[in-house]
């Protein structure tokens, strides 16, 4: 039942708090959007639900936040619940859903702050909270995996070792993030991939592991980097292994030569520009798809002129991590104006590293929009910046 009520937003989040802090909040739905002018339709938030899950033996809630036809997920406590419907309706969202134990409240709010409030017995019962599930690994637990045991992150029968219980979410996630790009690539024939910055190579191997021993291709996957002890000792492991299809090389990413395509082009954590050479080589390859997580960057920060925007950028740490942000932004724009489909996406938990995305370019069949090329010069203007690495790495030496 609706009645009319004067104030149905304070009372909602009334019921709200009390529903949480009893842990009787089986969902709730904030709807009826109100538009922005000129807001981008598929930017634009259209419905935020949320509900109950237990992470660590804590109860949180899962916040779902659909914007155009994606869906953003976050685990908040209650009172960040709290703080963000108090936020959001009447403000945003004319239309708040309330299911609890004893009745589901459902809240119409008008312009003007007045409204209903309706009450209706309770559609749902307690959920079955979901506990952290364990999660279903590409690479699972308890299966020996020969690589991860020759890195020390597996024991030879395949228990993940405590201390390396990070690396091993890490590879796994990488993995399914490959996984996931699996079908741009050719479906027949030998795969060709490049790891630029392979460093000591444990996801140079997770990636080899994934294509050849779960994926049944055949490969030929190489290992750039520039020290030559760590090349030699990952192509000693990888001869151990019996790595059909994966060798490691000693080079300079900018300039190197592959003997023939490249279908997949991977840098990870390359340093500084390095990342901008990986993806322009790429490109220059006209490689199908391109996945770059960037690391330290310095190049921006060092051309950011400080009058741009002087609030921020005169704060050492927020210049440094403003010029990160920055720099990813540009790729991924320039990324788009040379014809590839961009996503910039997080690679792992905040938790583990600092250097959490990852650029996701998978190269479009078409021609490249000159929208992008739009907004990439006015980005980089707006930065203030004549200059960009991957730019300069892109044109003909
Ligand atoms: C931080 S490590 C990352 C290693 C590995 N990709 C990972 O994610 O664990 C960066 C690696 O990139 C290599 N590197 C940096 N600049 C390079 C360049 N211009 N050419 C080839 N390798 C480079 C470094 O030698 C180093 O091994």
Redesign the pocket.
């Known amino acids: 039942m609706s009645v009319e009520s004067i104030n149905p937003l304070n009372e909602f989040l009334d019921l709200l708090r009390d529903a949480l802090s009893r842990d009787v909040c089986w969902g709730i739905t904030l709807s009826q959007p109100h538009r922005k002018v000129g807001e981008n339709p598929s930017e634009a938030t259209t419905k935020l639900s949320f509900r109950p899950i237990e992470l660590a033996g804590e109860r949180r809630y899962q916040l779902a936040e659909r914007r155009g036809n994606q869906e953003f997920h976050q685990n908040l406590a209650a009172e960040k619940v709290i703080a963000r419907v108090t936020e959001e309706l009447g403000s945003r969202f004319f239309q708040g859903d309330l299911f609890t134990d004893e009745a589901d409240f459902s809240a119409r709010i008008r312009h003007d702050g007045n409204g209903q409030l309706g009450r209706r017995r309770p559609s749902k019962s307690a959920p079955v909270v979901e506990h952290d599930r364990r999660k279903k690994y590409l690479i699972p637990e308890g299966r020996p995996c020969p690589f991860l045991t020759e890195i020390g992150v597996m024991t030879p029968a395949g228990q993940v070792k405590a201390a390396k219980q990070a690396k091993f979410r890490q590879v796994n996630r990488f993995l399914e993030f490959v996984d996931e790009i699996l079908p741009e690539l050719p479906i027949s024939g030998p795969l060709r991939v490049i790891d630029?910055?392979?460093?000591?190579s444990?996801?140079t191997f997770a990636l080899h592991y994934l294509l050849t021993e779960l994926r049944s291709r055949e490969v030929e996957v190489i290992g750039?980097?520039?020290?030559a002890d760590?090349v030699n000792d990952c192509q000693r492991i990888a001869d151990k292994l019996e790595c059909k299809g994966l060798r490691f090389e000693v080079?300079?990413?900018?300039g190197y030569t592959p003997n023939g395509h490249v279908d997949l082009s991977v840098s990870?954590?390359?340093?500084d520009t390095?990342t901008d050479?990986a993806i322009a080589q790429a490109i220059g390859w006209q490689a199908k798809v391109i996945l770059a997580v960037p690391?330290c960057q310095h190049e921006v920060a060092n051309l950011m002129p400080t009058e741009q925007l002087p609030g921020l950028l005169r704060h050492g740490i927020l210049r440094e991590r403003f010029a990160a942000l920055a720099t990813d932004a540009l790729r991924a724009e320039y990324l788009e104006t040379v014809g590839y489909r961009t996503q910039v996406i997080e690679f792992i938990d905040l938790e583990h590293t600092p250097k959490n995305l990852l650029l996701r370019a998978i190269r479009n069949e078409g021609s490249s929009k000159p929208a992008s090329r739009d907004r990439y010069e006015h980005l980089k203007s707006q930065l203030g910046l004549s200059d960009f690495a991957l730019e300069r790495f892109q044109q003909p030496r």
């Open positions: 630029f910055g392979c460093g000591k444990y996801l750039l980097d520039l020290k760590v080079g300079d990413i900018a990870l954590h390359a340093c390095a050479a690391c």
